[in-house]
């Protein structure tokens, strides 16, 4: 089976062709320029990842929700399940860039941070 994406990993976008064999193996990638669309490809194929932004109920703040992210990119599978735990958390102003919202999500070992500052009503 082939598969055909877009490289996310420079501006350029280079269109890859991945071949995957019935394992869900890439057995060739064409269409990249650099050795880090293959890398790319082969992530996509195994475990696709994404940058997690979104944002956490904030109690006292100026604004009432705060916007966090992942501290990396993200298992695609499981955001809505990250999601659903990003949704029950709540924060306390002040909150500040950098500040950890949820330690460890999923035990993924990545964290959910804050990514604007917030100094409270
Ligand atoms: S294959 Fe290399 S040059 Fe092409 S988009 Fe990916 S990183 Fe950029």
Do not use: W
């Not at 499981?78 to 999601?83: G, P, Q, V």
């Amino acid at each position: 089976m082939n598969k055909k994406m877009v490289c996310v990993a420079c501006p350029i976008g280079c269109p890859l062709e991945v071949e995957v064999n019935e394992k869900g193996e890439a057995i060739s990638i064409t269409g990249n320029t650099c050795k880090r669309g293959e890398t790319y490809a082969r992530s996509e194929i195994t475990n696709p990842t994404r940058s997690l932004t979104t944002t956490v109920k904030l109690l006292g703040g100026k604004n009432p929700v705060v916007p966090v992210k992942s501290t990396s990119p993200f298992p695609k599978g499981r955001m809505l399940e990250a999601m659903k735990v990003i949704n029950k958390t709540q924060l306390k102003a002040p909150v500040h860039i950098g500040e950890v919202a949820v330690k460890n999500i999923l035990d993924t070992g990545i964290d959910i941070v804050v990514t604007n500052n917030d100094t409270g009503r």
